[in-house]
């Protein structure tokens, strides 16, 4: 059990030690990223929206005949 505990601490330690190295956005950038998410997002959602659009008519065009 004792190895156990010392085994987790140096795991915590080493990830405490990693997470230092990491490059953390700032309030800007995590906005300006966010916002380019949402809007990139939002238009692939429209794309497929219009496919699915005229996909829909044209099967019903199809089906009807």
Do not use: C, N, Y
Request: glycine share 4%; charged share 25%; no cysteine.
């Amino acid at each position: 059990m004792k190895r156990f505990f010392q085994r987790m601490s140096k795991f915590f330690h080493e990830v405490r030690l990693e997470l230092k190295k990491v490059h953390w956005p700032t309030r800007r950038e995590l906005a300006v990223f966010t916002g380019i998410v949402l809007v990139v997002v939002l238009v692939i959602g429209m794309f497929f929206w219009g496919l699915d659009t005229v996909f829909l008519a044209l099967l019903q065009l199809i089906i009807r005949r």
